[in-house]
């Protein structure tokens, strides 16, 4: 099972699904995730971390522990 | 609130909803114009933004809400607009939605639509979506969703009036569209709670379909709701427990995710049926893209972080401070009003309305004097915010705060509060209000009080100066370096320990496409942030101000130094007096009150021409002299032999009654209550090589930073009244036992010291809560002492010398720093 977490810049990948529960969880749907829905990364921080991908046409950042929560196919 | 008594029809609540980055707060200016106020709503700390239009004399009021992705119960603001809705029931919402974004604009456009209430859905920002290549079918939308659409481009001017027509048409018709989303397997379980409800509720006024909804979610705040209104909610809430159990086994899916993906599913259908696209090469988002691949490179984006950074702090605290030299003379005209309508001084006494009035309007224009950097700062800031900047600044830093229980977005209030040297803490604290993460938010809030603000300058420059002249450079970058080495572990402990049960949030946020900001939005934010400074900040410190006032003004001189300073002074006026009825002037000068006119029309005087450009000087001659000849000749010695003569007796009463002034000044400080506050101190903070004057110099920062070295100007006085030396030498006189130690103590303390009141005040406000506040203040002087106390105590035991000891302290905080860094972080995001 692979995460988001572990997609390099440049990779388009597919949500299988979210297993973060609670806040975490909310906020990652809140912010458009849901399983089906195409996802690429676009860049990692200078440092590393944490990462921006893209999805529906607009740009989301988030940590690697946030994107290991979701599962991809 | 006093509100004038007018013959209008009541008054018609509405309120504005939207996600962020979506316009909202355009539309809501466009709106109300310039009739807004703020406030926060009940018991937390969210601004309550609200406003007013009036049309036909009607007026109707709107309430815009905080900006959301959604409104559950996880975040204090989704929780007030949803209460907001629910409980103070608006007539209709205005649903702001970006149209570019249709998609994931719907998702809370559902959740509005739920709570069944009127909505007019306002799809903004189309100019963008036009440019990106979308066609909208907005009449398609709108018999879908059953709810008026209104396109705009308000930023253009485009769309206001439809908008103001449409929100009158809905009030006037009042029904809010019966559009449901189909929830497919869970609608068996929402109709059983409906069922339930409808048994149990009778005359029940909330949504209740939204309510078995948020029931099937485990939403705690309907479930807390239902508790306090419902005397029967234990049923209900058990077969809500039931239902959701029921569904996770047979749907292996937890309901509250099947519901927002239900949601976006529908979103999706919807974008489906009315957006067509059309391919676009140059679209918004590949625009922002392109720039983020400078700003975000792996090596150009910390570089332009860092010139960025460089030209805020360069131009408000750099530039602005210049400003001040021009808007100090009318701050000054201020104190000369004041002083006019004040009773004049005695010879060596002063009213004590005179001292009081003076000491307040002192105390507030410190304050009033940092007004134009404000305004460059908060200008500043509002481009960077309108621009779409700030969340890439959090994106690039974010790791290595995040390691000190910081959050990426701590680096701007952090640059305000001096990371390196010269920053205020009072805008840095406010600019905290940006950090979405509750646990970064305070510690990032309780650290910046630590950095090297502006006012503490004098003071290093003064010690430097006197005990480390050689390396004046090097002792600047081991300040500016040592703050932060220190703040950083200081930030990670406090979210170890204090903070530990405050909640943190996860970072995931959106990088916003670039926007440019435009003139009037960034002066009416900046604006409106000054005017809250001067509000909330000004009257309470100027408040404190007089209660310092007394811890240094009383009790004042004993009965027998009185008596001693009398006689000093009427000594003075005899000899003065003999002196002068050896001149022309005997006659005029015969009493102690014309000599006491004369000394302060000689003050007058010379205050009038050093405020003067040359070409005034003529004026102020003449103006002076047909005032008074004879005064004016003695003050001048222009008139001859005897006028010259006058001039230095009159000179010599001026500076024995400064020495006396001075002296009185210095015993009164030490027999106060602050004074003797300090020589209690003493035997503890020897340990710092602190001693009594020292303790009260620190202890007078506490109203303002600046205080430190007046105070100390006051307590080394003069001691030969004929030269007159600077404060380093007289410091230098004053403390002869001193040594480098003494002063890499006494810097230490100063860089950690507690913050003054301006920013307790501000800590106060920006927190909510008095426990922080006095926590800062706790920590920071017991963290100024032990480290002053341990560096003078250890070094003088081990023989070092001030510079050995100064680079052992800072290798030794860089140690703690990396250490602390590797303490793995304590995270409260639920999972």
Same mark, same amino acid.
């Given at each position: 099972m692979t995460s988001l977490s572990k997609t390099t810049p440049g990779g388009s990948v597919n949500i299988k699904r979210i297993t973060a529960k609670g806040k975490l969880g909310q906020r990652l749907v809140d912010l458009g995730l849901y399983p089906g829905l195409k996802v690429t990364v676009i860049r990692n921080s200078?440092?590393?971390?944490?990462m921006e991908v893209e999805v529906n046409g607009y740009f989301l950042s988030l940590r690697h522990e946030e994107a290991a929560y979701v599962e991809i196919s | 609130m006093l509100k004038s008594v007018r013959m209008v029809s009541p008054t018609r609540l509405v309120a504005l909803a939207g996600q962020p980055n979506c316009g909202k707060s355009t539309v809501f200016n466009a709106i109300t114009g310039a009739s807004q106020h703020v406030a926060n709503y009940p018991g937390v700390t969210v601004e309550k933004l609200s406003g007013s239009y009036t049309i036909n004399g009607t007026r109707t009021e709107i309430v815009d809400l905080p900006g959301t992705y959604s409104l559950t119960s996880f975040s204090p603001e989704e929780k007030v607009s949803r209460d907001f809705i629910l #409980?103070?029931? @608006?007539?209709t919402i205005i649903n702001v939605a970006d149209a570019a974004n249709i998609k994931r604009s719907l998702y809370l456009t559902f959740q509005l639509l739920e709570m069944e209430i009127p909505v007019v859905l306002n799809l903004n920002m189309m100019d963008v979506a036009e440019k990106n290549g979308m066609t909208i079918d907005f009449k398609g939308l709108e018999q879908i969703l059953g709810t008026p659409v209104v396109p705009t481009a308000i930023k253009r001017g485009q769309g206001k009036q439809d908008l103001v027509k449409a929100i009158d048409a809905s009030i006037a018709s009042g029904v809010h569209p019966g559009f449901k989303i189909d929830y497919g397997p869970m609608e068996p379980s929402i109709q059983a709670i409906l069922t339930e409800i409808t048994a149990g509720a009778g +005359?029940? +006024?909330? @949504?209740l379909r939204w309510l078995a909804i948020k029931l099937m979610e485990g939403d705690l705040g309907v479930e807390k709701l239902l508790n306090q209104t419902l005397p029967d909610s234990g049923t209900l809430l058990a077969l809500a427990e039931a239902e959701r159990n029921r569904f996770t086994r047979t749907q292996e899916e937890s309901p509250e995710k099947h519901i927002a993906y239900a949601r976006y599913k529908e979103a999706d259908r919807l974008n489906h049926l009315v957006v067509t696209q059309h391919p676009r090469t140059k679209t918004s988002k590949n625009v922002t893209n392109q720039i983020d691949r400078f700003v975000c490179h792996k090596f150009l984006g910390p570089i332009i972080l860092a010139l960025i950074v460089y030209a805020l702090y360069n131009l408000s605290i750099v530039q602005g401070y210049k400003i001040t030299n021009y808007t100090w003379p009318l701050l000054a005209r201020l104190r000369d009003v004041t002083e006019w309508f004040m009773p004049d001084p005695g010879f060596i006494t002063e009213p004590m309305i005179r001292a009081l009035s003076l000491w307040f309007v002192d105390s507030v224009n410190a304050l009033l004097n940092y007004v134009p950097i404000f305004f460059i700062l908060f200008s500043l800031i509002a481009i960077l915010e309108d621009s779409g900047y700030m969340p890439r600044m959090a994106f690039i830093l974010d790791r290595l705060l995040a390691r000190f229980g $910081? #959050?990426?977005?701590s680096t701007l209030p952090m640059v305000l509060g001096g990371v390196y040297v010269g920053g205020c803490a009072v805008p840095a604290i406010m600019a905290t209000k940006g950090i979405p993460d509750e646990k970064a938010r305070f510690a990032t809030m309780m650290i910046i009080p630590m950095l090297n603000c502006l006012a503490k300058i004098p003071l290093y420059i003064l010690i430097i100066n006197i005990y480390f002249a050689d390396h004046k450079s090097l002792l600047m970058v081991f300040i500016a370096s040592i703050t932060l080495l220190l703040a950083l572990p200081v930030a990670k402990i406090l979210t170890l320990t204090v903070l530990k049960n405050k909640p943190s949030e996860p970072f995931i946020m959106e990088l916003p496409t670039y926007h440019l900001p435009t003139i009037s939005g960034v002066l009416k934010r900046a604006l409106e942030r000054i005017w809250m400074f001067l509000k909330k900040i000004v009257t309470i410190v100027a408040a404190v101000a007089v209660v310092i006032f007394a811890l240094i003004q009383f @009790?004042? $001189?004993t009965q027998e130094r009185k008596a001693w300073y009398d006689n000093q002074a009427e000594i003075a006026m005899a000899t003065f007096h003999q002196k002068m009825a050896k001149t022309a002037f005997g006659k005029t000068l015969a009493t102690n009150g014309s000599a006491m006119e004369l000394i302060l029309f000689a003050d007058r005087y010379k205050g009038a021409r050093t405020r003067a450009d040359k070409a005034a000087m003529e004026k102020i001659n003449t103006r002076f002299e047909s005032e008074n000849q004879t005064y004016y000749a003695i003050t001048t010695g222009k008139g001859g032999k005897e006028a010259k003569t006058a001039r230095r007796t009159l000179k010599k009463l001026t500076q024995t009654r400064k020495k006396l002034l001075r002296g009185i000044k210095q015993e009164k400080i030490r027999n106060s209550f602050l004074g003797k506050f300090g020589r209690t101190l003493e035997p503890v903070t020897q340990w710092a090589g602190f001693n009594w004057r020292i303790n009260i110099a620190l202890l007078s920062s506490f109203a303002a930073k600046e205080s430190t070295v007046a105070t100390l100007g006051v307590l080394y006085q003069?001691?030969? +009244?004929t030269e007159t030396l600077s404060l380093e030498k007289r410091m230098e006189q004053g403390e002869k036992g001193f040594t480098q130690l003494h002063a890499l103590a006494l810097l230490l303390m100063m860089a950690l010291f507690p913050p003054c009141v301006a920013t307790m005040i501000t800590l106060k406000i920006q927190s909510g809560s008095i426990k922080i506040m006095l926590i800062s203040f706790g920590y920071q002087s017991l963290l100024g002492f032990t480290v002053a106390s341990s560096v003078f105590t250890l070094s003088s035991l081990l023989g070092l010398t001030g510079l050995q000891a100064l680079f052992g302290f800072w290798f030794f905080a860089l140690v703690v720093a990396i250490i602390v860094g590797f303490i793995p972080p304590r995270k409260n995001i639920t999972l």
């Open positions: 200078p440092l590393e971390d944490p | #409980h103070d029931r @608006p007539e +005359s029940f +006024s909330y @949504p $910081l #959050h990426g977005q @009790p004042g $001189l003069q001691e030969a +009244s």
